[in-house]
């Protein structure tokens, strides 16, 4: 698939989630079940649906979804009240904004008369219960879509990204991509047969990838290094399609998929005049339809250095593309064995047989199989971090020409590999990091100049795998951050108190909190500041963290540390109250046995520990989850040291450590429901189900307290 | 200029065409060529892959390369796999 249209659709897959995320949202304010937090997040959702709109052009979206918006704006800053008609316009606005999303996406239209009419009660919504905010005003008539929008105070205007090609709309049809082996050859079969055959199923448009041909003295004349891509129009059945390369599937890689193509006829080739068909006599009617190859890719110079990126490659890796459901349900399955096998190795053990059996023995080997599988299989979905990093150059450049500045963008480790769930949730997030890095981070050119360096700014984006982890770093070698302004910009929000004390870091964490910005102007595309606590949120998600690292003068950087894959966790097992947790790996920073007079009780129920020279929050896990109502023995008990993603630490009781072991990640919310504390469960050998503790979680529980705690404890 | 060499292309250019093929044009690289397809009555992929190295490699050297009195059979083969403007493009660039 084209890079472009592969954006795309992840852009409405996305706009899928973000939709029924409004709408959830929208339905629990209208019973009254919401509460901030919702509002927060219907906001953000309608705001994520428009930014996309706005890079690919979308601009009916765009200009909807932006009053929309601005009303949930003025409901999120409690300038207008929750009210039962507020969120029936809301409602409706939300099903219109889903019909002009399928509208951008299938290419259909929307009633604009509903559409019109559900601006006008925005605006109504808007202007009437409360003063006009500066971006309430919402584009009217046919005045161009950004002239409401003032540059902020960097100048940021959004810029619309003009893609290539429009958006997919009208037909349905078969895209299919065959890639012929050398073996299929090699059996007697060719490419030109079948796609004859091809043909006769209807109307196709056939363009033919030359990339791999090499100069003729190093060609395999054997070979295969030419693939097609054909469209073919029409509802056929795909066994039809498959049954033509049903004698050939091990022999080619090939990909069937239904595509939406343009209603209006397909455009010929336009680099080159319709040239006669070679030096030839016109084709006598031919008995069998003639497909019509509507595109063929030239041979030329131009297409030999290839500016698109696919050729220039080395004949790449035999590959095939395999449906990712098909995958999953693999790593399920593996899973499950993985689990099977160490069930079946506890009940052997409790047998007695003598570890030097054959069965014990034999039971060793299929740990190591399983264990081996478990690692192929998790490969499978390992993908370079290129994917998503090929995306930003443009992007950032997108972004330098809009802002005025000059910015060149450096990339590191592109091949580092992570499983798929992540990468696919990884692009927002960067997105995000490296716009606010040419936008904020960044100074003008001229400030540069000023300050004596170089005009161009510098941005690096990398990627490296750290203690079974990936890191992603953004770094700008831009002015840093103003911790003044940011804290003055914090205490006038009322996101801080102006008489608590904040050291850097923590000023700097500022920038992650809902609604903080310091844009003082609203742009269509960013500046409301859903920035960096909507990044904050991906990454925590996906169970990683988020830190920022600044140097004022010097610049900036964001490290984001996430788990190579969702399916897995290196955990540590512990009990409490006799039930068996499992402890991230990752958030424990060491395990102590508390001494007496270490752990001092703050009322009847909190208590902190001396680690050192701090002290840290003690949280006993069978209290906190409701295993035991009383707190256990410190000193009978063991502490695990964790750190949130945050970076707060806690310690946690526990009664026991029994081990450390790989576990396959099982859902909680998926099987059961969400349980806070708890992030997700598995199976122990003994069949017995384990809970994932939450770190962050239970931290969370304690951190608002802690402050004052620790601070009680330090003057008693 | 250098006459270009003239090479008349077999009737039956199957995966079994394509070494020779291959050979025959490499032995007149760096030479203006024009290839004749008069007699060309079956083409398979193979020897279409080497058509059209061929047009890259003689592209890359600057050396003219032309397909002329294209068969009707070679002309519907290479409809089938999308290339029937291929080789006129080809020596046009």
């Known amino acids: 698939m084209d890079p472009m249209d592969a954006i795309k659709v992840t852009f409405f897959q996305e706009c899928d989630e973000q939709l029924a995320e409004l709408e959830s949202g929208l339905m629990a304010l209208e019973a009254g079940e919401g509460d901030r937090e919702t509002v927060n997040a219907v906001f953000r959702a309608v705001h994520s649906v428009k930014g996309g709109a706005g890079a690919f052009g979308f601009e009916d979206l765009v200009k909807f979804s932006h009053t929309f918006e601005t009303v949930l704006d003025l409901m999120r800053s409690d300038k207008l009240a929750i009210s039962a008609d507020a969120m029936h316009?809301?409602?409706?606005?939300?099903?219109?904004?889903?019909?002009?999303?399928?509208?951008?996406?299938?290419?259909?239209?929307?009633?604009?008369?509903?559409?019109?009419?559900?601006?006008?009660?925005?605006?109504?919504?808007?202007?009437?219960?409360?003063?006009?905010?500066?971006?309430?005003?919402?584009?009217?008539?046919?005045?161009?879509?950004?002239?409401d929008v003032e540059p902020d105070e960097w100048g940021f205007v959004p810029l619309r990204v003009v893609m290539d090609d429009e958006p997919p709309v009208g037909e349905e049809a078969w895209k299919i991509i065959f890639m012929p082996r050398a073996q299929l050859y090699a059996k007697g079969s060719d490419a030109t047969i079948l796609l004859r055959e091809l043909a006769l199923l209807g109307d196709c448009e056939i363009e033919v990838d030359d990339t791999l041909v090499p100069s003729l003295d190093t060609l395999d004349a054997n070979g295969a290094c030419l693939s097609w891509t054909i469209i073919l129009h029409g509802?056929?059945?795909?066994?039809?399609?498959?049954?033509?390369?049903?004698?050939?599937?091990?022999?080619?890689?090939?990909?069937?998929?239904?595509?939406?193509?343009?209603?209006?006829?397909?455009?010929?080739?336009?680099?080159?005049?319709?040239?006669?068909v070679i030096a030839a006599a016109p084709i006598a009617a031919a008995p069998a339809p003639t497909p019509v190859a509507k595109q063929a890719t030239a041979p030329s110079a131009a297409a030999a250095s290839d500016s698109e990126g696919k050729g220039g490659q080395p004949a790449a890796n035999a590959t095939i593309r395999v449906d990712l459901e098909r995958v999953d349900r693999l790593i399920d399955l593996v899973g499950e064995l993985v689990i099977n096998q160490a069930m079946l190795a506890q009940r052997v053990a409790e047998t007695g047989v003598a570890r030097s059996s054959n069965v014990a023995l034999g039971l060793d080997e299929l740990e190591q199989l399983t264990r081996e599988l478990q690692d192929s299989v998790m490969a499978i979905r390992a993908q370079p971090v290129k994917s998503v990093f090929q995306r930003m150059p443009r992007l950032v450049r997108e972004i330098a020409t809009a802002t005025n500045k000059q910015v060149r963008l450096v990339m590191d480790g592109e091949g580092t590999e992570v499983d798929k769930t992540v990468i696919e949730r990884l692009s927002d997030p960067i997105t995000h990091m490296l716009r606010n890095a040419v936008d904020h981070g960044l100074e003008s050119t001229q400030d540069r100049i000023d300050a004596g360096?170089?005009?161009?700014?510098?941005?690096?984006?990398?990627?490296?795998?750290?203690?079974?982890?990936?890191?992603?770093?953004?770094s700008d070698d831009g002015r840093g951050i103003n911790r003044e302004r940011v804290r003055a910009k914090a205490i006038e929000?009322?996101?801080?108190?102006?008489?608590?004390?904040?050291?850097?870091?923590?000023?700097?964490?500022?920038?992650?909190?809902?609604?903080?910005?310091?844009?003082?102007?609203?742009s269509d595309i960013s500046g409301r500041g859903v920035g960096m606590d909507v990044v904050k949120r991906s990454i925590q998600a996906l169970g990683g963290r988020i830190s920022i690292t600044s140097n004022p003068g010097k610049g900036s950087?964001?490290?984001?540390?996430?788990?190579?894959?969702?399916?897995?966790?290196?955990?540590?097992?512990?009990?409490?109250?006799?039930?068996?947790?499992?402890?991230?790996?990752?958030?424990?920073?060491?395990?102590?046995?508390?001494?007496?007079g270490e752990v001092r009780r703050l009322g009847p129920n909190r208590s902190v520990i001396a680690v050192r020279?701090?002290?840290?929050?003690?949280?006993?896990?069978?209290?906190?989850?409701?295993?035991?109502?009383?707190?256990?023995?410190?000193?009978?008990?063991?502490?695990?040291?964790?750190?949130?993603?945050?970076?707060?630490?806690?310690?946690?009781?526990?009664?026991?450590?029994?081990?450390?072991?790989?576990?396959?990640?099982?859902?909680?919310?998926a099987n059961y429901q969400r349980v806070e504390g708890i992030a997700a469960a598995t199976i122990l050998g003994d069949g017995r189900v384990a809970l994932i503790l939450d770190v962050d979680g239970l931290i969370a529980q304690r951190v608002s307290e802690t402050r004052a705690e620790t601070q009680l404890a330090k003057a008693g | 200029?250098?006459?270009?060499?003239?090479?008349?292309?077999?009737?039956?250019?199957?995966?079994?065409?394509?070494?020779?093929?291959?050979?025959?044009?490499?032995?007149?690289?760096?030479?203006?060529i024009v290839v004749d397809g008069a007699d060309v009555q079956r083409l398979g992929g193979q020897c279409i892959q080497v058509l059209a190295s061929a047009a890259r490699t003689w592209a890359h050297d600057g050396a003219g390369f032309s397909v002329v009195n294209v068969s009707q059979d070679m002309t519907r083969a290479l409809a089938h796999v999308g290339m029937d403007t291929y080789f006129s493009e080809a020596s046009a660039s």
Do not use: W
């Open chain 1, 89 to 147: 316009v809301m409602l409706r606005a939300s099903d219109v904004l889903a019909d002009l999303v399928h509208a951008a996406r299938d290419g259909g239209s929307v009633d604009q008369g509903r559409c019109d009419a559900l601006m006008e009660e925005l605006d109504q919504l808007a202007h009437g219960d409360a003063a006009p905010a500066p971006s309430a005003a919402a584009p009217e008539g046919d005045a161009p879509l950004y002239a």
């Open chain 1, 453 to 474: 360096k170089p005009a161009e700014g510098t941005i690096r984006l990398a990627a490296l795998h750290r203690s079974g982890r990936i890191v992603i770093e953004v």
């Open chain 1, 613 to 669: 020279d701090a002290f840290v929050p003690l949280v006993d896990v069978g209290v906190a989850l409701g295993f035991r109502k009383e707190a256990a023995q410190p000193d009978s008990c063991v502490v695990l040291l964790v750190e949130s993603e945050g970076g707060g630490r806690a310690a946690l009781l526990v009664d026991d450590i029994q081990g450390q072991r790989q576990v396959v990640i099982k859902s909680l919310e």
């Open chain 1, 493 to 522: 929000k009322g996101l801080i108190s102006p008489d608590v004390n904040m050291t850097d870091e923590e000023i700097d964490n500022i920038i992650f909190l809902p609604g903080f910005s310091t844009a003082s102007a609203i």
């Open chain 1, 235 to 276: 509802d056929k059945d795909e066994a039809a399609i498959r049954e033509i390369f049903e004698f050939v599937e091990g022999d080619c890689d090939l990909i069937i998929e239904r595509t939406s193509v343009s209603a209006a006829a397909p455009e010929p080739p336009p680099v080159f005049a319709p040239a006669p």
């Open chain 1, 557 to 596: 950087t964001f490290t984001l540390s996430l788990p190579l894959t969702l399916a897995v966790l290196d955990g540590m097992v512990v009990s409490a109250a006799d039930q068996t947790l499992i402890a991230p790996l990752t958030t424990i920073i060491e395990t102590l046995q508390p001494k007496a």
């Open chain 2, 1 to 32: 200029m250098s006459e270009a060499t003239h090479i008349k292309l077999a009737p039956a250019l199957d995966y079994r065409a394509a070494a020779p093929l291959r050979e025959e044009l490499l032995a007149h690289r760096g030479k203006p």
